[in-house]
Nanobody, 118 residues
């Protein structure tokens, strides 16, 4: 059974920090690129950050570059998203994604809510 379980979402004030976690099971974690997406109300889901398989190369959306950091721990089958200097526009449901291109496999978690507000 493939499972991706996000945690760490919360209500935080502007300028604050959060660390999201995604615990994976049911597949060979180190063979998959991992990423975080987010979706705000009324908007399409967008890519926030990604890290290659087995790790070492990352990329970020321009809107979060310099504020967010993605990392992975292959021994623990977990990917993280450290979010600093949070802004109200970061408010969204954040989703964990695992992908293997050849052959293609694509798995999603259920999401965790991040709300940035005074």
């Amino acid at each position: 059974q493939v499972q991706l379980v996000e945690s760490g979402g919360a209500l935080v004030q502007p300028g604050g920090s959060l660390r999201l976690s995604c615990a994976a099971s049911g597949f060979t974690f180190s063979n998959y690129a991992m990423s975080w997406y987010r979706q705000a109300p009324g908007k399409e889901r967008e890519l926030v950050a990604a890290v290659t398989s087995p790790g070492g190369s990352t990329n970020y959306a321009d809107s979060v570059k310099g504020r967010f950091t993605i990392s992975r721990d292959n021994a623990e089958n977990t990917v993280y998203l450290q979010m600093n200097s949070l802004k109200p526009e970061d408010t969204a449901v954040y989703y964990c994604n695992a992908i293997r291109e050849y052959p293609r496999k694509n798995y999603w978690g259920q999401g965790t809510q991040v709300t940035v507000s005074s």
